[in-house]
């Protein structure tokens, strides 16, 4: 398994401001994932973020909103821009760990006020 | 793109009684399968996962049984303690798409 932390793990936003959540992994990866769950659904997966190249973005997700960073092996940022009360959500980072397994973090639980 | 539904979205189950949680599938190129239990405000915890050339696979009080003919995965829980109280998520990958989260069925553990 992999221990994941991420920081902050809770957050009240006011809209129209930007947040960066951090994401740490006790061990490289090679693959980091970042998903959304909004209350009471399931995971939505916004990006895959690779160390060395742009982070790879699914439908409904653009890098204006959700810009990622992937500076080493072991770390990730996922910034919130310009948020509104449609972004309150937990974010989860994920990452693979042998194989095709994947691991989360804690997520980080932000409301938009 | 195709994604992975849950039958029921919530369960109750008896203190020491076997639960039973399904899952079905859309994608045929789907080759591994995934449970994952989220406790109230954590991420999800890895349980137990199938590769599609298995029918059944055993964990610690855990069974996963898949059936590819009718594209269902189900979780059995045997002796269901309040501890198991979450909601469980199946995750599909296959292909080239990326893991892929059913929407979650409930488990409550009536004492």
């Known amino acids: 398994s992999a221990v994941i932390s991420q920081k902050p793990s809770r957050d009240i936003c006011q809209r129209g401001t930007s947040l960066t959540i951090q994401c740490q992994v006790d061990s490289q990866v090679t693959m980091m994932f970042w998903y959304r769950q909004q209350p009471g659904q399931s995971l939505t997966l916004i990006a895959t973020a690779n160390q060395g190249s742009e982070a790879t973005y699914e439908s409904g997700f653009v890098i204006d909103k959700f810009p990622i960073s992937r500076p080493n092996l072991t770390f990730s940022t996922l910034t919130v821009s310009n948020m509104s009360p449609e972004d309150s959500s937990i974010y989860l980072c994920s990452v693979n760990k042998g194989a095709d397994t994947q691991y989360f973090g804690p997520g980080t639980r932000l409301t938009v006020l | 793109g195709e994604s992975v539904g849950l039958h029921l979205p919530t369960l109750s189950v008896q203190e020491g009684d076997n639960s039973i949680i399904n899952c079905a599938y859309s994608?045929?190129?789907?080759?591994?399968f995934i449970w994952y239990k989220q406790e109230s405000g954590k991420g999800p915890q890895f349980i137990i996962d199938?590769?599609?050339?298995?029918d059944k696979r055993q964990g610690q009080r855990v069974t996963v049984l898949l059936n590819k003919t009718v594209k269902h995965l189900s979780l059995q829980i045997a002796a269901t303690q309040p501890g198991d109280s979450a909601v469980y998520f199946c995750a599909d990958l296959g292909g080239n798409t990326p893991l892929v989260f059913g929407k979650g069925t409930r488990l409550s553990v009536i004492a």
């Open positions: 994608n045929s190129a789907s080759d591994y």
């Open positions: 199938i590769r599609s050339n298995m």
